[in-house]
T-cell receptor, first 109, second 117 residues
Framework: GEDVEQSLFLSVREGDSSVINCTYT??????LYWYKQEPGAGLQLLTY?????DMKQDQRLTVLLNKKDKHLSLRIADTQTGDSAIYFC?????????FGKGTRLSVIA | NAGVTQTPKFQVLKTGQSMTLQCAQD?????MYWYRQDPGMGLRLIYY???????DKGEVPNGYNVSRLNKREFSLRLESAAPSQTSVYFC????????????????FGPGTRLTVL
């Protein structure tokens, strides 16, 4: 079945860029998503990319998609302490969304 | 718009007790979902309802039942709670189910934190 893999932890200094990586297995994925979960809260959609795109930029966020390698990344420029959260990659193919296990981003002041 | 609401926010049960988690959305979405979130396991789909009147099993349906009461409401029932069902439960909704070309993002509720002793 479909699978989405992410590294579990990332630690960066405030002001640096963060890059969170994700790999997926379903080659029929149409959309790929990044969600953010702050402590004690539900998931909130950050951004998404359609599978025929290579890149999408939205303010401090840049999403890169390498469809050949089935690799998705989220870059957060000028990372702030408020960006500390768990980030989930998700893909939509022929079934409801499949989520990765989440990457916990810690921002050191 | 309240978005997706869930009740209760917290619940403690004893093994063998039953309870129903409630979820409602006011966005006129067709599809609704129940997930559980466990440390190191990410989000796992329990059941979903692609449209009013239909429900389907997800990845981890055992020990749960669901009811799509109407377009707005989708409840999750634990008939005989077990400690392995201690988790955080999230309800989500999206405009449409599969087969759509739109982004069809899911909107999540704040979660129910359930402990089974």
């Amino acid at each position: 079945g479909e699978d989405v893999e992410q590294s579990l932890f990332l630690s960066v200094r405030e002001g640096d860029s963060s890059v969170i990586n994700c790999t997926y297995t379903d080659s029929s994925s149409t959309y790929l998503y990044w969600y953010k979960q702050e402590p004690g809260a539900g998931l909130q959609l950050l951004t998404y990319i359609f599978s025929n795109m290579d890149m999408k930029q939205d303010q401090r966020l840049t999403v890169l998609l390498n469809k050949k390698d089935k690799h998705l990344s989220l870059r957060i420029a000028d990372t702030q302490t408020g960006d500390s959260a768990i980030y989930f990659c998700a893909e939509r193919g022929n079934t409801p969304l499949v989520f990765g296990k989440g990457t916990r981003l810690s921002v050191i002041a | 718009n309240a978005g997706v609401t869930q009740t209760p926010k917290f619940q403690v049960l004893k093994t063998g007790q039953s309870m129903t988690l409630q979820c409602a959305q006011d966005m006129n979405h067709n599809s609704m979902y129940w997930y559980r979130q466990d440390p190191g396991m990410g989000l796992r789909l329990i059941y979903y309802s692609a449209s009013e009147g239909t429900t389907d099993k997800g990845e981890v349906p055992n020990g749960y039942n669901v009811s799509r009461l109407n377009k707005r409401e989708f409840s999750l029932r634990l008939e005989s709670a077990a400690p392995s069902q201690t988790s955080v439960y999230f309800c989500a909704s999206s405009e449409k189910g599969q087969g759509t070309k739109r982004s069809n993002e899911q909107f999540f509720g704040p979660g129910t934190r359930l402990t089974v002793l």
